[in-house]
């Protein structure tokens, strides 16, 4: 088998995260693959619609919830508004798992910081449950999750758990305008509100990820904080055909995206040239 | 055993006449009309001057169409390792269920004969692009089944620069065997078990050992001779050229450099070493299609856009860079050497006049400019590690 020929899953279950993003929980058809399939938090893979091609994105589901793997993705180009399309039984394309990971295992007995914006807590969301499903092994967990309005947040559901466990200080922030009569988060951008939030940096480690904006204004807010380059990580993405490091489209200066990342810390972010 | 044989013109041809003749595809320079269309158009409409030939690698339907005195081939040996677009799998749908149909990756032996050193030295260095971590197989099938026979280069002109970025007109990299003009034929040197091959199978039309005789002396002074020729035309430190352009990202000579540029792919398209590809589905009717993997440009803004509309790289100049970079820094940090043989194709085909030779000595020219030594320079980056 060649190394670009896809995998095949079958849809088996689709969740509507807002208007134009959606949540597809895809199992493998062959049965050995579905048991012995394993990824780390961070990878991505490239997933099909057979007749429209195929698109980058990372696993949104944790490699502790075996048995099947999650994407979730905005409607917004050929693929993806093919995939928005597709119904539970349907058969979907992956190739993957690819690129480098989180490195979780090393941050037992620190404090973690999550911090996303939009679509972005897709990657973060595989990293959250990972250290959730072995809370004991990490110290505090803190989230800080904003959307432009309370109709872009993504995981509702998930939102609400994380919300009302005891072990998760969770702050969840729509833009100005964003909110609704209702809505008991806060109110504002959110590097304000991680400011606000003010995770202690001791020992810890942070996790951003979000349209670049968010990315770009956090890191220095951190930085404040406390922490360090080498402690705080975040995924790029860039549009990539292959996944494999042959393709030649995803690098920025002489980094590839799928090879040498998705997962970058500040620090090897920073020496990167102005190119994404 | 002598590891330098003769073989004159008329066996040459028979050589390419017995593989032909068992079946196997010869690939090699071909004179073709400038026309492409000789039958239906030349024989009535068309005013092109019949005379003009464009020289072309082709798969051979007789030996005599084997041309071995002209230049360059228009386009590299690229496609027939990396076609121009290709199938990757192939699906079928029935319901709800799909059906996905693998494509071979083990091909039938191939020879090519007169291959130019540039366009065989050109597949050694996309060999690691495709092996440094996953393995491509379609194109390790198509490099194990072909045979490679160059020829020293037998037209050299002022756009090329091999010896300038580390092969040499003579040369056997990425080859199995090279093949010189002289005196009534050639001086063939196999270069590895496949090269020798080719003579165990077709002993009759090789004669022993030219070592010490005047036909290897004449050989080695042609082979020097093309080495001098293209030397001439450009000589730069690759080492200082790749520290240059590694710390000066945003320097101004880059987007001067490019200014002629207008983005239209055709040095990526003729470039032997230019290996970027898209991957597309291609519906063949309902239910049923090809994934295919098609040559694709850096120089179009569509390589890199995203789907939000956001663009890494969404000015011509900045995709020049990343052109220039890409082989002179990036693949050099990773691999060792530079991603380009000096075929000088993407200075041939600019019809912008955008010159490598040019480019290239400016480059150099700055790398060696006192003061601007960058302390960086020292210290290439090991993020491509």
Redo the contacts between chains.
């Keep these: 088998?060649?190394?670009?020929?896809?995998l095949?899953t079958t849809v088996t279950e689709v969740v509507d995260e807002t208007a134009d993003t959606r949540t597809l929980r895809l199992e493998f058809q062959d049965e050995a693959l579905r048991k012995d399939f394993s990824f780390k938090a961070g990878q991505f893979g490239e997933y099909?619609v057979?007749?429209?091609?195929?698109?980058t994105f990372c696993i949104a589901s944790s490699p502790t919830r075996e048995g099947y793997i999650e994407c979730s993705f905005k409607a917004?180009?050929k693929v993806?508004t093919e995939l928005r399309e597709v119904n539970i039984?349907?058969?979907v394309?992956f190739r993957g798992p690819y690129g480098n990971w989180f490195p979780v295992d090393d941050w037992k007995g620190k404090d973690v910081v999550f911090v996303a914006g939009g679509i972005g807590l897709a990657p973060v969301r595989c990293v959250i449950w990972n250290v959730l499903d072995r809370r004991d092994e990490f110290g505090d967990v803190t989230i800080v999750y904003g959307a432009r309005s309370v109709d872009d947040l993504v995981y509702k559901r998930e939102l609400e758990e994380w919300g009302s466990r005891a072990d998760v200080k969770m702050v969840t922030t729509v833009d100005p305008g964003g909110e609704t009569k209702d809505w008991t988060g806060e109110v504002g951008y959110v590097t304000p509100v991680v400011e606000k939030t003010a995770p202690k940096a001791d020992n810890a480690v942070a996790v951003v990820c979000g349209p670049?904006i968010v990315v770009k204004l956090t890191l220095p807010v951190l930085e404040q904080l406390g922490f360090a380059d080498d402690a705080v990580f975040t995924t790029l993405?860039?549009?990539m055909?292959?996944g494999?490091?042959?393709?030649?489209?995803c690098?920025?200066?002489?980094?590839y995206v799928c090879?040498?990342g998705p997962v970058f810390t500040a620090a090897?972010m920073k020496?990167?040239?102005?190119?994404? | 055993m002598s590891d330098r044989y003769f073989i004159s013109d008329s066996d040459l041809r028979g050589l390419a006449a017995d593989l032909l003749g068992a079946g196997t595809e010869v690939i090699a320079p071909v004179a073709t009309d400038i026309c492409q269309s000789p039958s239906a158009i030349a024989a009535t409409a068309c005013t092109l001057d019949h005379s003009l030939v464009d020289i072309d690698y082709r798969a051979l339907t007789s030996a005599d169409e084997l041309d071995l005195d002209r230049g360059l081939p228009q386009l590299s040996l690229k496609g027939y390792f990396l076609p121009e677009h290709e199938a990757l799998c192939s699906w079928k749908q029935k319901g709800t269920t799909i059906e996905v149909e693998e494509v071979p990756t083990e091909f039938a032996a191939r020879v090519v004969l007169a291959a130019k050193p540039c366009d065989a030295a050109a597949l050694e260095v996309v060999d690691k692009v495709m092996n440094w971590d996953y393995k491509d197989e379609l194109w390790n099938g198509r490099r194990e089944a072909t045979t490679i026979v160059n020829l020293t280069c037998p037209m050299i002109d002022d756009s090329c620069f091999c010896t300038a970025v580390g092969t040499a007109p003579d040369d056997v990299k990425g080859a199995d065997g090279l093949l010189t003009p002289v005196a009534g034929g050639y001086v063939y040197e196999p270069a590895t078990d496949k090269g020798r091959a080719l003579i165990e199978g077709n002993k009759a039309r090789f004669s022993g050992d030219v070592e010490a005789d005047t036909l290897g002396r004449e050989a080695d002074d042609e082979r020097a001779a093309s080495r001098r020729r293209v030397a001439a035309n450009l000589e730069i430190d690759a080492e200082s050229v790749r520290d240059w352009i590694d710390t000066h990202f945003e320097d101004p000579l880059l987007s001067q450099l490019a200014i002629r540029c207008n983005g239209c792919g055709a040095c990526t398209s003729v470039c032997p070493t230019c290996h970027c590809f898209d991957i597309v589905d291609e519906q063949e009717g309902v239910g049923h299609g090809t994934r295919r993997r098609c040559w694709d440009t850096c120089q179009a803004p569509t390589f890199t856009l995203h789907a939000s509309g956001h663009n890494p790289r969404d000015d011509q100049h900045v995709r020049y860079r990343q052109r220039i970079n890409h082989k002179f820094a990036i693949y050099p940090l990773k691999f060792g050497e530079v991603l380009c043989t000096g075929c000088g194709r993407c200075t041939r085909v600019c019809h912008a006049g955008q010159d490598l030779v040019e480019i290239l000595q400016a480059i150099d020219i700055a790398a060696r400019r006192p003061g601007d030594a960058d302390p960086a320079a020292a210290e290439p980056e090991e993020a491509a590690s």
Excluded at chain 1, 50 to 55: I, K, L, P
Excluded at chain 1, 251 to 255: M, Q, S
């Design positions: 088998m060649n190394i670009y020929q896809p095949l099909s057979f007749g429209a091609g195929e698109s917004i180009g993806t039984g349907d058969t394309g670049p993405e860039n549009r055909k292959c494999l490091g042959k393709c030649g489209r690098n920025i200066g002489p980094v090879k040498d090897q020496a990167l040239p102005a190119e994404f």
